[in-house]
C-alpha cells in the first residue's frame, strides 16, 4: 500500500470511528470544570456529594469516585449509580454500610476509548460526564471530563 492509500484508509476508519460513537449516544466536546450538586434537603439519608478524584481523566483510564451521604446512616443504604455517557462506566449500585456517611467506587473505561483518542487525537478536547448517585431520599451528580 502506498501512503496515500494508508491515509485515505487511516481517514475513512477516523470518520467511522466517529460515526459508531455519534450512533451510541457519544456526545460533543466540552471543557466545562467539575460541578457537583447538592440535593434537596429531605427527610431521611441521601446523597449530597460525587466527587472524582481526578477531575479529568483520559479515554480508557479509571478513577475513585466518592459519594458521601448528608450525615452518617445508621443502617446500610444502597446508592443506584448512573453515568450519562459510555465514555465512563460505574457499578448499578454500592452500599454505604451502617455507621458511616460515604462510600467509594472505580469508574470503567472500555480499552476502545483509548484506541478512539489514538485515531482521533489531539481534536479531542474533553467530554464532561456527569455521573449520578440516588437513592429513595434523594441524589446528587458530580462530574469528570474524559479527553
Avoid: E, Y
Avoid at 454500592?94 to 489531539?122: E, I
Amino acid at each position: 500500500m502506498n501512503r496515500i492509500t494508508i491515509q485515505k484508509l487511516l481517514s475513512t476508519l477516523a470518520l467511522t470511528i466517529i460515526v459508531i460513537a455519534a450512533a451510541l449516544g457519544f456526545q460533543g466536546q466540552s471543557s466545562m470544570p467539575l460541578k457537583s450538586k447538592t440535593a434537596p434537603i429531605q427527610s431521611g439519608h441521601f446523597p449530597q456529594t460525587v466527587v472524582p478524584t481526578n477531575n479529568t481523566i483520559n479515554r480508557g483510564d479509571s478513577d475513585t469516585v466518592t459519594v458521601t451521604l448528608d450525615s452518617t446512616t445508621p443502617t446500610n443504604l444502597v446508592l443506584n449509580l448512573s453515568s450519562d455517557s459510555n465514555l465512563v462506566g460505574v457499578p448499578a449500585h454500592v452500599t454505604v454500610l451502617a455507621g458511616t456517611n460515604s462510600v467509594q467506587f472505580q469508574t470503567t473505561s472500555s480499552p476502545l476509548m483509548k484506541a478512539l483518542k489514538a485515531v482521533l487525537g489531539a481534536r479531542s478536547v474533553g467530554t464532561l460526564v456527569t455521573i449520578t448517585a440516588s437513592c429513595s431520599s434523594g441524589n446528587a451528580s458530580g462530574g469528570i471530563t474524559v479527553n
